[in-house]
Nanobody, 124 residues
Framework: QVQLVESGGGLVQAGGSLRLSCAAS????????MGWFRQAPGKEREFLAA????????YYSGSVKGRFTISRDNAKNTVNLQMNSLKPEDTAVYYC?????????????????WGQGTQVTVSS
């Protein structure tokens, strides 16, 4: 089993920044690809960004490309999401997830392990 714990969420004004972190423990493998998703009330879970184990390949959804940056530190078993130029519509619970296939995928069903989520609220 792999445990994922997100941190770094909070309340920020529009235009501000937050940095989310996801710490992995348990039977972790640096070969896993990692992804970030979010879910707002009444909406489906939305893919945001993913990164391969080496960090050489990243992929972003159109809604966050250019504003969010995903990175990982395999030595520390962490993956981060730097979020800049935040908007009120970015308000949601943010989740990190691990994909044991190692591929960069956007479908939430492809991911095998999930964190409990961290709330991000952007005020206007």
């Amino acid at each position: 089993q792999v445990q994922l714990v997100e941190s770094g969420g909070g309340l920020v004004q529009a235009g501000g920044s937050l940095r989310l972190s996801c710490a992995a423990s348990g039977r972790t493998r640096s070969s896993y690809s990692m992804g970030w998703f979010r879910q707002a009330p009444g909406k489906e879970r939305e893919f945001l960004a993913a990164i391969t184990w080496s960090g050489s390949t990243t992929y972003y959804s159109g809604s966050v490309k250019g504003r969010f940056t995903i990175s990982r530190d395999n030595a520390k078993n962490t993956v981060n999401l730097q979020m800049n130029s935040l908007k009120p519509e970015d308000t949601a619970v943010y989740y990190c997830a691990a994909d044991t296939s190692g591929a960069v995928r956007t479908n939430s069903g492809s991911y095998d392990y999930w964190g409990q989520g961290t709330q991000v609220t952007v005020s206007s």
